[in-house]
């Protein structure tokens, strides 16, 4: 399969979703504008924000502009958002309501439970009012984040509708095997990869540096287009982040070339179970 800027995935509901992602954890305000400007005007078309990263607003406003300004439609840009705390149906509702608005985009086209954290009653309560914000059409496709196979296997057990994403942190030095073969099993979700650049955590490993070197790449690049190698075979979404209008732009040079089937057997060998930023996949 041949990866461009503009492959999409379909999703399980039959949405489409752009592959490659832009992240905006951790920037807030004009940084957080300027960026996800940066990133629309390089050709990325799925921003990834969340109540918690306190951008919703920024992150929306930048999309509106853009799209004002090149007549790129907003039908042509995908907007994620998550829900910070699972507090019970009617907080739920309310905090959608307020991402909604706080966007202006008219629709968010991929709502997620941030975590499962809060115990399975309002995990429960929380997934409902998500699955009424759907049929409303304030949000177009319904997913989950940081889910273990506990709580994947407790939406299976209950026979709700099931999410069609979960976002976990993946990359070659944490594969997760027991997640991803959960969600190919029962068909759930595709796996949407948060710190694909593992947070710049191993730049310098002696794996990364020798194939960055080979294929005369940054080792970001490198990290982001193993994803992108492996999203062929295994349906990964990287979601690279940068606050750089530089590396917002070099982290997409990764389509002209391909890893040799040895060197994705060697990436995944690296597992070192590598927690980047929190890991509540466990989380009762
Ligand atoms: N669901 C969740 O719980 C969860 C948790 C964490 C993240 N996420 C999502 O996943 C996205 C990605 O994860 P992440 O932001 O944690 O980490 P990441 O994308 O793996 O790495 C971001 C870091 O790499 C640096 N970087 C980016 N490009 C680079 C390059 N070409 N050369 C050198 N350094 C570079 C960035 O610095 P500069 O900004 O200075 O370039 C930043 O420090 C987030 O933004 C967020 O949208 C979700």
């Not at 991929?110 to 409902?128: D, F, Q, T, V």
């Not at 990964?236 to 606050?243: D, F, N, R, T, V």
Request: aromatic fraction near 10%; proline fraction near 4%.
């Amino acid at each position: 399969m041949t990866l461009t800027l503009h492959s999409k995935m379909k999703l399980r509901d039959g949405k489409e979703i752009p592959i490659m992602g832009f992240g905006t954890y951790e920037m807030d305000g004009r940084e957080a504008y300027t960026a996800v400007k940066h990133a629309l005007e390089a050709g990325y078309r799925h921003i990834d924000s969340a109540e918690w990263y306190y951008n919703e607003a920024e992150c929306g406003r930048a999309i509106r502009d853009f799209c004002a300004a090149s007549g790129v439609p907003r039908s042509e840009v995908f907007f994620t958002t998550k829900l910070q705390n699972n507090s019970g149906y009617t907080t739920s509702k309310r905090t959608i309501s307020r991402s909604l608005q706080e966007s202006g985009l008219g629709y968010i086209d991929l709502y997620l439970m941030h975590s499962a954290i809060g115990g399975p009653k309002k995990r429960a309560e929380s997934w409902r009012a998500i699955l009424e914000a759907k049929k409303d059409g304030f949000v177009r496709s319904v997913g989950v984040s940081n889910f273990g196979v506990r709580h994947l296997q407790e939406m299976v057990d209950a026979t709700v509708e099931l999410p069609v994403i979960n976002q976990v942190d993946l990359h070659p030095f944490m594969t997760r095997t027991d997640i991803v073969a959960m969600c190919r099993k029962h068909d759930i979700a595709l796996e949407v990869s948060w710190a694909p650049l593992v947070r710049g955590y191993r730049f310098k490993h002696p794996s990364i540096v020798r194939l960055a070197q080979k294929y005369e790449k940054e080792p970001a690049q490198y990290s982001c287009v193993t994803l992108c190698r492996r999203h062929a075979f295994e349906g990964y979404i990287p979601l690279p982040k940068s606050s750089s209008a530089h590396r917002i732009k070099s982290n997409l040079n990764v389509y002209d070339f391909e890893l040799t089937s040895e060197e994705v057997a060697h990436l995944d060998s690296l597992d070192e179970r590598l927690v980047t930023d929190w890991d509540p996949t466990d989380t009762p």
